[in-house]
T-cell receptor, first 117, second 113 residues
Framework: AQKITQTQPGMFVQEKEAVTLDCTYD???????LFWYKQPSSGEMIFLIY??????QNATEGRYSLNFQKARKSANLVISASQLGDSAMYFC??????????????FGQGTTLQVKP | DVKVTQSSRYLVKRTGEKVFLECVQD?????MFWYRQDPGLGLRLIYF???????EKGDIPEGYSVSREKKERFSLILESASTNQTSMYLC????????????FGPGTRLTVT
């Protein structure tokens, strides 16, 4: 069964506007972490933001925020004031803490974001 | 500046060849990972290692093996390359602990002809 689902294969956003990238997950582990990564066309994976399942507040990092809705099992990434450099593929990932401290991540299929000037 | 390096950005090999992909990290991380990335499938874990000489299978280990003789180096081995192993291979490392992110290398695009 798919544990991380990103339903938007591709998205467009106008420069300077905000955009939300969807991510839903499935786990029976009460303790887990959620990550978002950015992959530009150059190929390297860049860590953006982390949310722990017991964190009370939604995580924020600069223009990135994570809209964490635990009951709905969703962890959407919000990018505010989009820039041309935000054009990339974005991956949502989950770590189930019951799997130990090996740090194993489960990734979604990714969403390609294109920012229009 | 943290760094994960991979031995090649692009590699072309023939079917049946033995292929070595090398990964080195300079952050003294305990954990290291090998993924392959294919369009529409995201990243899939091949193998990971949580200590020197320790390894565990990921989701798609068939046709691959790994070696970790030193903490900073994690090698992925394709014993007999096949065309269905044409893919992007990404190495990553992380510290021990549930909230630590993985740091990725630049990737190796392997083509098997």
């Amino acid at each position: 069964a798919q544990k991380i689902t990103q339903t938007q294969p591709g998205m467009f956003v106008q420069e300077k506007e905000a955009v939300t990238l969807d991510c839903t997950y499935d786990t029976s582990d009460p303790s887990y972490g959620l990550f978002w990564y950015k992959q530009p066309s150059s190929g390297e994976m860049i860590f953006l933001i982390y949310q722990g399942s017991y964190d009370q507040q939604n995580a924020t990092e600069g223009r990135y925020s994570l809209n964490f809705q635990k009951a709905r099992k969703s962890a959407n990434l919000v990018i505010s004031a989009s820039q041309l450099g935000d054009s990339a593929m974005y991956f949502c990932a989950m770590r189930e803490h019951g799997s130990g401290n090996t740090g194993k991540l489960i990734f979604g299929q990714g969403t390609t974001l294109q920012v229009k000037p | 500046d943290v760094k994960v390096t991979q031995s090649s950005r692009y590699l072309v090999k023939r079917t049946g060849e033995k292929v070595f992909l090398e990964c080195v990290q300079d952050m003294d991380h305990e954990n290291m990972f090998w993924y392959r990335q294919d369009p529409g499938l995201g990243l899939r874990l091949i193998y990971f290692s949580y200590d020197v000489k320790m390894k565990e299978k990921g989701d798609i280990p068939e046709g691959y093996s790994v070696s970790r003789e030193k903490k900073e180096r994690f090698s992925l081995i394709l014993e007999s390359a096949s065309t269905n192993q044409t893919s992007m291979y990404l190495c990553a490392s992380s510290r021990d602990g549930p909230s630590y992110e993985q740091y990725f290398g630049p990737g190796t695009r392997l083509t098997v002809t």
